[in-house]
């Protein structure tokens, strides 16, 4: 293994997992840590944890759990995966991973840069833009779990870290790699880099070349495969038919009109977090409705933040989340008893609970379904999924999705 990811979700484990494949290196998606060795010809290992909203102890615990089963497969540089909005609490768990991570493979200071611009995340002068956006005003600040209201990446990693947070600014950037390793702080620093452009992220990756250790997006991995030799390539699929639904949990811009234009297509049933929390509404009732449908139906929860926000209000943050999170979970392990073979997950909670509700431990990647987006399958079965980060694809993203996993390339 050359390269090793730790994905603070699921959904972001998926994303960066194409990016190395469509740069041309095998690749393999494990949920959780693995118990057995990797295969020896993998040359890019991914572990997707579900640590970006646990608690900062158990979010540090596992990540170094992760580092150390890849480093025992031959890893010889780590990448830790975030969101590409940055998204955090105050207290992390983004800095607190990183520091742990840092000390354990020594390393002097970490390139982080969360860029995406594919997807229309741009880093500059040291802020975050999401589109023309600024991220405190992209719909990011009324994040359920992790709202972000400030755009200033130093600031947010220097409120998680005992760390300096230093800049490379893009004008440095674009001077190429010999100048982003110029300069690179002498002593221990977190180190955000600008990145406008695709171009910036390959001059990023080229300028990474031998270090340990990492931090950003999917995008801070588009220069890494040719570090190790790797020439671009597009994954193989083989075909999954059967029968299909979507399952929503993402409050999200971007989730919420997919919602609103796969409705028009296809049977939906909401779900409300009182619905969750009462037990008015069971994953094997909910199983019934689904398979009762025709096509390829959608249950969602992917509610106005503001309706939210007064459902976490009612019953808890914890405890609304973990109901429909639990829900939706067990829903999915029913399906794939009757027989349902494809899923389209939106949202990274969702994702995280559904995969782990199948009871999945290795994902194979195929090919693009959106930016970022990859569909894929449970190791040695023919179920195939779609795990998308909320604010990931366009609205026809669920239909593309189900005709992506029924066509092989």
């Known amino acids: 293994m050359k390269i090793g990811v730790i994905a603070d979700d699921f959904t972001g484990a998926s994303d960066i997992a194409l990016t190395l494949a469509e740069g041309g290196m095998s690749v393999a998606q494990f949920i959780g840590v693995p118990d057995r060795p990797a295969d020896a010809t993998l040359e890019a290992g991914v572990v997707a944890l579900k640590s970006r909203t646990a608690r900062v102890g158990q979010a540090v615990h596992d990540s170094l759990a992760a580092c150390d089963w890849l480093l025992a497969q031959g890893a010889e540089q780590i990448v830790f995966k975030v969101c590409s909005t940055f998204d955090s609490t105050a207290e992390g768990n983004i800095g607190p991973v990183l520091e742990a991570l840092a000390a354990k493979l020594g390393a002097q200071h970490v390139i982080t840069c969360p860029a ?52 490379i600014n893009a004008q440095t950037v674009t001077h190429g790699p010999d100048a982003v ?22 001059t990023i990756g080229q300028a990474a070349k031998g270090e340990v250790l990492l931090c950003g997006g999917s995008g801070i991995a588009i220069g890494l495969p040719a570090n190790f030799g790797a020439q671009a390539a597009t994954p193989h699929w083989e075909s999954v038919t059967g029968r299909a639904v979507v399952i929503s949990g993402s409050c999200s811009i971007a989730t919420r009109g997919q919602v609103d234009q796969y409705r028009k297509i296809a049977p ?15 994953a094997s009732t909910l199983a019934d409705w689904v398979q009762a449908q ?8 992917s509610a106005d933040p503001k309706v939210v926000q007064e459902a976490q209000l009612r019953f808890g943050r914890d405890t609304a989340a973990r109901a429909i999170e639990t829900l939706f979970s067990d829903l999915a392990a029913c399906l794939v008893q009757r027989g349902f073979a494809r899923f389209v997950i939106a949202g990274g909670e969702t994702s995280g609970s559904v995969v782990s509700g199948l009871k999945a431990t290795e ?26 980060s ?20």
């Open 268 to 282: 939906s049933k909401e779900i409300s977090a009182e619905d969750a929390v009462s037990g008015a509404v069971t």
């Open 363 to 388: 994902l194979t990647i195929g090919p693009r379904i959106a930016p970022g987006v990859p569909v894929v399958r449970i190791g040695g079965t023919d179920v195939g999924l779609a795990l998308k």
């Open 116 to 167: 995406f611009p594919e997807n229309g995340r741009s880093v500059y002068q040291g802020h975050l833009f999401v589109s023309d956006r600024l991220l405190n005003e992209s719909g990011m600040q009324n994040h359920p779990l992790t709202p972000m209201t400030d755009p200033d990446l130093r600031r947010v990693l220097g409120e998680q870290t005992s760390w300096p947070v230093s800049h």
């Open 390 to 409: 909320g604010n990931f694809g366009d609205r026809d993203f669920f239909e593309t999705s189900l005709k992506v996993m029924e066509t092989s390339s």
């Open 181 to 202: 390793r110029a300069a690179l702080p002498d002593g221990p620093a977190m180190v955000i880099v600008d990145a406008i452009h695709d171009a910036d992220l390959l």
């Open 294 to 301: 025709p096509g390829s139906p959608l249950v969602f929860s």
